[in-house]
Nanobody, 128 residues
């Protein structure tokens, strides 16, 4: 069983930055993908960024490219999402999630259905 604890959300003005953290525990394999997703009120949950734990391959949604950075700290079993140049439309609950395996395409790993483990979510609010 995998446990994910995400944190770091808060209220920030447009143009500001935040760093989210996702601490993972309970895994015995390194072959998995950690993804960040977000869900705004009245909208479906959407992929934001992902990283393969074993190799460190990264993928971003077009809406956050150049503004968000995902990276991992192997020693701490933690994945971070640094969010810069935040916009009001980035307001959402952000979730980290883990999917087994790491050999599929990123098109596969952008689908919420392939993730078996989820954090509790952390609220990010960007004021204009």
């Amino acid at each position: 069983q995998v446990q994910l604890v995400d944190s770091g959300g808060g209220l920030v003005q447009a143009g500001g930055s935040l760093r989210l953290s996702c601490a993972a525990s309970g895994r015995t394999s390194t072959r998995y993908v950690l993804g960040w997703f977000r869900q705004a009120p009245g909208k479906e949950r959407e992929f934001v960024a992902g990283i393969t734990w074993r190799v460190g391959t990264i993928h971003y949604a077009d809406s956050v490219k150049g503004r968000f950075t995902i990276y991992r700290d192997n020693a701490k079993n933690t994945v971070y999402l640094t969010m810069g140049t935040l916009k009001p439309e980035d307001t959402a609950v952000y979730y980290c999630a883990a999917a087994d395996g790491d050999t599929r395409s990123w098109a596969y790993y952008t689908d919420t259905d392939v993730y078996d483990y989820w954090g509790q979510g952390t609220q990010v609010t960007v004021s204009s």
